[in-house]
């Protein structure tokens, strides 16, 4: 596993998550959603930016939701990153002291522009080296390239980290950045069945394209890093915009030497 997820940047696990933690994932969104279950402190819960506008009506509230930041504050979602087969991928690509941060309920609604352009997820960490920092993608749909499934470019984490901003697209999504200069031309569609797993590196550049069916198209996602990393931020609580990923680190497994959960 290791040797392929070093050599292409990613790597998928086919029916990782059991069906009945995807059904629990998918009850506890809708309800935080629609307001029965109020969102854990510094939770973060983004409307798509068509529907924040009035654009774009959702058929309910839940569907015009893109995002949820920060989601391992909440006691059922947070079940994903402390998932022990989850966990045992992680420790044998990075090692066995780990941090959880960056964690996402990731929806992409129909009817509007949900895509992610192309980018490197290291822009947002402050730890190195770059190797030691994995993503992990779980699709809680069927997900498809008529929904907008997960696109990667083989190999580019080999590359260097290139400039990002936001696109030149009518509707910015907040903090959907990408990559300027990229060639999409190889780029790989990962069709996923519910609880199949991406395995990525910090560095390969990835997005996803539009929802083009009546369905939501949902995931889940956190990064994890090896807790013996430098912070190359020196420990400022650097910010993009409210998001800053400090706020969500957790010791989901091993031993934290640096003390970087104590400090967040
Ligand atoms: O779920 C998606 O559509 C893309 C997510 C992604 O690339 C990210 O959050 O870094």
């Given at each position: 596993m290791k040797d392929e997820y070093f050599e292409k940047g990613y790597i998928v696990r086919r029916g990782l998550i059991p069906a009945h933690l995807i059904t629990e994932l998918n009850q506890r969104f809708v309800d935080v959603a629609e307001g029965h279950v109020?969102?854990?402190?510094?939770?973060?819960?983004?409307?798509?930016?068509?529907?924040?506008?009035?654009?774009?009506?959702?058929?309910?509230?839940?569907?015009?939701?893109?995002?949820?930041?920060?989601?391992?504050?909440?006691?059922?979602?947070?079940?994903?990153?402390?998932?022990?087969?989850?966990?045992?991928?992680?420790?044998?690509?990075?090692?066995?002291?780990?941090?959880?941060?960056?964690?996402?309920?990731?929806?992409?609604?129909?009817?509007?522009?949900?895509?992610?352009?192309l980018h490197q997820d290291l822009i947002y960490f402050p730890f190195r080296p770059a190797d030691q920092i994995v993503g992990v993608w779980t699709a809680l749909d069927r997900t498809t390239r008529e929904n907008g499934c997960l696109v990667m470019i083989p190999e580019s984490h080999k590359g260097e980290i290139h400039p990002h901003d936001y696109p030149d697209w009518e509707h910015k999504n907040h903090l959907f950045i990408g990559v300027k200069d990229v060639d999409p031309s190889g780029r790989v569609h990962l069709e996923m069945e519910p609880g199949d797993t991406a395995f990525f590196h910090s560095k390969i550049i990835h997005g996803s394209g539009f929802n083009r069916t009546e369905g939501m198209r949902r995931a889940i996602a956190v990064h994890f890093a090896n807790s013996r990393c430098e912070d190359v931020w020196a420990g400022h609580h650097h910010k993009l915009d409210k998001y800053s990923p400090r706020d969500d680190y957790r010791l989901v497994r091993g031993e934290d030497p640096n003390d970087y959960v104590a400090i967040r």
């Open positions: 109020a969102p854990a402190e510094n939770m973060q819960v983004v409307r798509n930016v068509e529907i924040a506008k009035g654009l774009v009506t959702p058929k309910t509230t839940a569907h015009g939701i893109s995002k949820m930041n920060f989601i391992q504050a909440d006691p059922v979602l947070r079940q994903f990153s402390n998932y022990g087969p989850l966990l045992d991928q992680v420790t044998e690509l990075i090692g066995p002291d780990l941090i959880s941060m960056n964690s996402m309920y990731l929806n992409k609604p129909p009817h509007v522009d949900g895509r992610h352009p």
